[in-house]
């Protein structure tokens, strides 16, 4: 074990447990479902997993599977509840939803710990079943990134009336994105109040809204790879802004304004616009014959880019 990861753990716990809590809101909005209930989620699976280990002394593994389970049953009612939503409206009652979460952990008594929280929720989780999770977690939503099922999800969120004309059941997939959302969101609090053996009202906050939709829009709204870019520039961020002192802040939200201004698909759609523009400056133009007409341009690399990242 290397020193720097040895004095960082803490740091890579946190990046591994904001993958996640990113991915319960980047799923969503890639079925063009605009909900931020996976902060809620997130609030729910790290109380239920608190109580699961004080109260039945469960193990790691388990909490795990349970706490996801009973956010996304959540979820799904939820969905149930809002579907015919869309938009801001959506978005607003999935924020009211989060809000409510905290109102019932402030108030939940014996079982929530209220303003306190509770403490001591120590398992046998280890960093190989921490990192394992996430990467399964990863390779699945890849997945749903490719093939079938992702020109699926696409049409799903481009244009529900022609999905549904190709036999698509729209209310299924945005259903099913409710309930991914509140496992991964469930599945994010879990691991966060099993590593830091506590959990408190900063774990159901609004700010947490704020963070995860902030990781989302850098990173890139549309792919998992933005959502982990997202996690692992903010979570490392206020170490690295340090050195500016009491300036952190403005810097922090400086960069966070300049991104939302000039990268409009995010890092990764930066990224994929360089490797593009690459490709295309070393790839070898055929000549033109003496007497042929010329052909019409291509569209630039940058552009051919940007339609790839919309696209996906």
Do not use: K
């Amino acid at each position: 074990m290397s020193a720097f990861y040895a004095s960082n753990l803490v740091l890579v716990q946190a990046t591994l447990v904001a993958i996640l809590l990113a991915l319960s809101i980047q799923v969503p909005l890639r079925l063009g479902v605009f909900s931020l209930a996976g902060v809620g989620s997130y609030g729910i699976g790290a109380y239920v997993s608190a109580n699961l280990v004080l109260r039945e002394e469960m193990g790691a593994l388990p909490t795990m599977l349970v706490s996801g389970l009973v956010a996304a049953a959540v979820g799904l009612l939820l969905g149930v509840i809002i579907y015919r939503l869309a938009g801001l409206y959506l978005a607003m009652a999935t924020i009211a939803f989060d809000l409510t979460v905290g109102v019932v952990a402030l108030n939940g008594g014996d079982w929530t710990g209220g303003p306190v929280g509770l403490f001591g929720v120590f398992t046998n989780l280890t960093m190989g079943l921490l990192f394992g999770t996430v990467v399964l977690v990863l390779v699945l939503v890849h997945l749903t990134e490719v093939g079938r099922l992702s020109r699926r999800i696409t049409t799903v969120r481009e244009d529900p009336e022609l999905a549904a004309s190709m036999g698509v059941n729209v209310r299924a997939y945005r259903l099913t994105a409710f309930v991914v959302s509140g496992f991964l969101g469930g599945l994010a609090g879990c691991l966060n109040t099993l590593t830091r053996s506590a959990v408190g009202l900063q774990d159901v906050s609004f700010h947490l809204v704020v963070v995860a939709l902030t990781t989302i829009i850098v990173g890139g709204a549309l792919s998992w790879r933005g959502a982990v870019i997202g996690a692992v520039l903010f979570t490392w961020l206020p170490s690295v802004l340090e050195v500016v002192g009491e300036w952190q802040e403005f810097v922090y939200g400086l960069i966070v304004v300049l991104a939302a201004i000039f990268l409009p698909t995010g890092l990764y759609g930066l990224w994929c616009s360089v490797r593009r523009w690459l490709v295309d400056r070393m790839r070898p133009r055929p000549r033109p014959r003496p007497g042929s007409e010329p052909r019409p341009e291509a569209p630039s690399a940058a552009a051919a880019a940007e339609q790839e990242v919309a696209a996906r």
